[in-house]
């Protein structure tokens, strides 16, 4: 038996979106996930710079971040539109974005020092 929500079913329209949301945020995970993978843990035959080490990590602590966030953000907004209050606010973009420009720093201040 399927678990009772509460509130009312909303337009499935609107429920989709919010999938499809959900979605993108998992596949922008998996990319810094394919970015970071072979950064932190180096590629067979090539001689990477330290620091390569250090941006691979941070593309997947980034990876990591995102997955439960978008995972809670849309429970939340699933629940915001059967309820029919106002969405939650996305802390995602805010995440990524700060995440992205600590990536670029990084790379950044190493290219410049090697």
């Not at 329209?13 to 949301?21: G, K, V």
């Not at 980034?62 to 439960?68: D, G, K």
């Amino acid at each position: 038996m399927a678990r009772q929500e509460p509130g009312y079913e909303p337009d499935y329209r609107f429920s989709l979106a919010n999938e499809r949301t959900l979605l993108s945020w998992i596949q922008t995970a998996f990319a810094l996930l394919a970015l970071g993978l072979p950064l932190a843990g180096g590629i067979h035959g090539v001689a990477l710079p330290r620091w390569h080490h250090e941006i691979g990590m941070g593309a997947i602590a980034l990876s990591v971040m995102i997955v439960p966030a978008a995972y809670r953000n849309w429970r939340r907004a699933q629940l915001a539109m059967r309820l029919g209050v106002r969405l939650p606010r996305d802390p995602l973009p805010v995440i990524l974005a700060s995440g992205v420009a600590v990536l670029l720093v990084t790379t950044l201040v190493s290219v410049a020092t090697t």
